[in-house]
């Protein structure tokens, strides 16, 4: 039997955020039934509403960083119980079976992992729907256990923001002595800062908002660059072993590439779409240097990111909202005035529901 849902949907690319009733599939033999209590707010809701990427199919409930209560459970499932507090990020699904898949990677699925929203469900085809809604519906085996410690709002942000930079830390291997930068001080950018911190590394920001320094600082960096600053820039010339570029949009890397070192990487994690201006290739070859890109991260993966954030009290800063304010929130962000993720408060859509 399936359920009624209600939830916030964009109509189209052009349109605001309303209200939206919807059904959720009938329960799956390995399937989770969570009732959601927060969902995080990510730049990537505010591209795909407005299709910034193309492909956007509407109704669109965005929403992919949710942490709520278990509230029923398929007959097969072995991993939770009702009451567990548990979480949702990118992906509800992947082929399971392809080369990515079987090393933890479904990220990079090789028949592409069905994404929570705007995404279609791999068996019976219909179109997913995301965090922004009263329940959800997800295999066991892409749900996360949120750990005890965390405080639930501020955890939800973690399933997106949090995955999407640990990943390229641990992948590149930042330990103690590191010397990292990160771009950009938005959702992804702080959660960046305060992983490569908390894994030991000397880390710098560069910034376009010379006003979040104090900010910074206190979320763990040690140094601010201000990148419009063609001085401030020079004075870390060949500094990093890894960059991570959050910017949301097309930015010109080529004054980043001679303030990584020997062997470093330019990880881009925001930017979907062509590099403009054009990569200069003399910092690449004289160098070695890389640019590339990562993509949020697999389920282990984003478990021992939880445990990892669990042992050490990191969550997100956050500025709780109602999901009446979605819109407004979406235009604060679009102008990078948001300190540092908003996240909604999933009972504020659970009052218009009476
Ligand atoms: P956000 O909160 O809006 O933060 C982005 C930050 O980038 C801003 O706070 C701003 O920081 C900087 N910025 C914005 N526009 C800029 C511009 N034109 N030039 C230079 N800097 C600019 O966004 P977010 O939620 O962190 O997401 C960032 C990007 O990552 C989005 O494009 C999102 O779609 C993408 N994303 C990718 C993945 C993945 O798997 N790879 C996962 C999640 C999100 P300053 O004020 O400090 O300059
Ligand atoms: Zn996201
Ligand atoms: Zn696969």
Redesign the pocket.
Known sequence: MTIKVLGYAAQSASQALAPFQFERRSLRNNDIVIEILYCGV???DL?QARNDWGGSAYPMVPGHEIVGKVIGIGPNTTRFKVGDHVGVG?MVDSCRDCQACKKGLE?YCEKFPTYTYNGVDRHDHTVTQGGYSEKIIVSEDFVVKIPDSLDLKAAAPLL??GI?TWSPLRHWKVGKGSKVAV???????HMAIKFAKALGAEVT?F???LG?SEDAKKLGADRIIL?TDRKQMESVRGEFELIID????A?DLNPYLPTLGLDGNLVL????GPIEPFLHTVPLLLGRRSVT????GGIAETQEMLDFCGKHGIVSDIEEIKIQEINAAYER?LK?D?K??FVIDIASLRSEAV
Request: glycine letters at 16%; hydrophobic letters at 30%.
């Open positions: 990510c730049h990537s591209h990118c990220q997106c923001a999407t771009t950009g001080l938005g959702g992804l950018g920001l910034t376009r908002s979040k990148s959050t910017v949301p949009s930015h994690v925001g930017l979907l890109g990562s993509a949020i962000m990078s948001v540092y993720r």
